[in-house]
């Protein structure tokens, strides 16, 4: 039964719910027509609401989804009340380009959150801090520095080849995705801090990476609420389950742990490496910042790598002709297997042109990487946009988008080669687009290493091995992405070459 008091109550409760309605009427009227993003196209409902956007990122589809908004409304999409998704070429330019002290545009905190520890990463910091971060960490990823890590890489190119061997011969299918990856952490783990992680030694993938995935993948179920409420970050930790945030510490005690043990080495390291630039003497990073930055160059120096091979092998076995003419290559070129240096496999056009062709297809960071337009608001792309403005490229939509290259769904490497060295012209084929490693100051600072590590891991895979795939049913461009993509197992029947 009602009482008085709860009868006094009514017209105050229907008077708020008045109130909210008229707020959010009035609110979509401005969002939808009189906000400065209202002449750029998009879906109303993702206007509206951030539900479909935090739905397709829990479920790993915000990259599907970004395409179809593109294939629906053309190459700029104002996909949420601030952001703007654009694929044309200009907009690396005009967005991640350098335009000057205090012009470039920042990368969108809400995307790139600080370490664990509190410390900026080389990914979070800001564009003054993460100057004096990269300027140390580039004495590691110079040409002169990669001479030196090429008998590192070299070191576990043999190992891996051993262990494949010994499963080839013994009939044992491998999921190949794995063991390039067992590799390319290792080699990762001698260039941070001089030591190995020995997972092609142990045939597993350690602890650290084993949590990884799992790890990003349920941080974003947990963590996506930011995107609908923003001002709950600071509740995250209460939000985001205990499990994942032990990882998550897990994690970063070990990372933490290798680099504190590489510091008390001093000058008595295997050899110079990512922590001694970092510390420089003790005129570099501090602790915080060295633990912090070690935690992501692991991954952004493993990952990557493994990830990009594995989508090329799959497109690789799916079209045996293009497999076919890239052994022929190899293994014509090369005679030996100590021939297969860097220098050697540098020489080899259609390797290039697999690789470029791979990483447009499976490019390794698929996403949006959004930064923000600073102050004084700026121009992108022939229209001016306000400050705070969140901007980006969903890089694999861009490089899947039928106004940019031809025949977009078809893995076809002689699209990255001239008429006289068998190649087609295919067009459009608009190569200014073709930025897997990001562009401009915040660009890959890895990308020398990678590109030596795509190019001899996937020569020394075809130089050695026949390969038949055995999950065929596994198709790349239907994964899912948590900000990595979800690799379903590549599993390879290798045979040793005669
Ligand atoms: C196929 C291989 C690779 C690809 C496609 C790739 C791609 C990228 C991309 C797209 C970014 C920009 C990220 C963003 O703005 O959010 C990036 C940044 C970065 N990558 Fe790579 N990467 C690769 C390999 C590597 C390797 C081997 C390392 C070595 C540790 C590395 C280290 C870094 C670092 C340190 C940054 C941050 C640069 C900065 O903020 O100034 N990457 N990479």
Not at 5 to 29: D, E, G, H, K, Q
Not at 60 to 87: C, D, K, T
Not at 89 to 94: G, H, I, R, T, V
Not at 379 to 388: D, R
């Amino acid at each position: 039964m009602l009482t008085s008091y709860s009868l006094s109550l009514l017209p105050l409760l229907a008077a708020s719910i008045s109130i909210f309605i008229l707020y959010w009427f009035a609110n979509a009227v401005y969002v939808l027509y009189l906000h400065p993003l209202a002449r750029f196209p998009g879906p109303k409902l993702w206007l509206l609401t951030q539900v479909p956007f935090v739905r397709a990122l829990r479920r790993g589809q915000f990259i599907h989804r970004i395409r179809e908004l593109h294939a629906q409304y053309g190459p700029v999409v104002r996909w949420a009340p601030n952001e703007v998704s654009y694929v044309s070429p200009e907009a690396w330019k005009d967005i991640y380009g350098h335009h000057g002290a205090g012009k470039d545009f920042p990368r969108n905190p809400l995307w790139y959150p600080r370490s664990q520890n509190g410390a900026h990463t080389i990914l979070s910091a800001d564009n003054v801090s993460h100057a004096r971060i990269r300027k140390l960490l580039s004495r590691g990823f110079s040409e002169t520095s990669l001479r030196e890590q090429e008998p590192i890489i070299q070191e576990y190119m043999s190992m891996l080849v051993a262990r494949l061997r010994a499963h080839a011969q013994a009939g044992r299918p491998v999921s190949i995705g794995d063991y390039i990856q067992f590799a390319t952490v290792d080699i990762a783990g001698e260039l941070i801090f001089g030591e190995s992680f020995d997972c092609v030694a142990n045939e597993e993938a350690h602890q650290w990476i084993k949590v990884t995935f799992g790890f990003f993948k349920r941080l974003i179920h947990g963590g996506s609420f930011v995107f609908l409420v923003p001002w709950i970050r600071p509740l995250l930790p209460y939000i985001i389950p205990k499990r994942v945030l032990e990882q998550a510490q897990q994690r970063f005690a070990f990372s933490s742990g290798k680099a504190g043990k590489r510091l008390e080495l001093g000058e008595n390291a295997r050899h110079v490496d990512l922590v001694s630039h970092m510390f420089h003497n003790g005129k570099g990073l501090n602790r915080a910042e060295i633990d912090a930055s070690a935690d992501i160059l692991i991954s952004a120096g493993s990952e990557t790598t493994a990830t990009a091979l594995t989508g090329i092998l799959q497109y690789l076995l799916r079209t045996p002709a293009t497999m076919s003419r890239l052994q022929d290559e190899i293994r014509g070129a090369i005679r030996t297997a100590d021939a297969l240096t860097l220098d050697n496999v540098n020489r080899l056009p259609y390797l290039t042109a697999v690789l470029h062709e791979g990483l447009r297809m499976c490019p390794p960071a698929p996403s949006i990487r959004p930064r923000l337009v600073p102050e004084g608001g700026a121009m992108v792309c022939g229209s001016w946009l306000p400050a705070g403005t969140s901007v980006g490229i969903p890089v694999w939509t861009a490089l899947r988008y039928p106004a940019n290259f031809a025949k977009p769904d078809t893995f076809l490497p002689e699209r990255w080669l001239d008429a006289s060295q068998g190649g087609v012209s295919l067009q459009p084929h608009n190569t200014n687009v073709f930025m897997p490693f990001s562009y401009g100051p915040r660009d890959c600072l890895g990308r020398r290493l990678g590109w030596a590590e795509l190019r001899v891991i996937l020569a020394t895979l075809v130089w050695h091995f026949d390969m038949i795939n055995r999950s065929p049913e596994n198709r790349w461009e239907e994964q899912l992405e948590f900000v990595m993509w979800e690799k379903k197992p590549l599993m390879l029947q290798l045979t040793c070459r005669s």
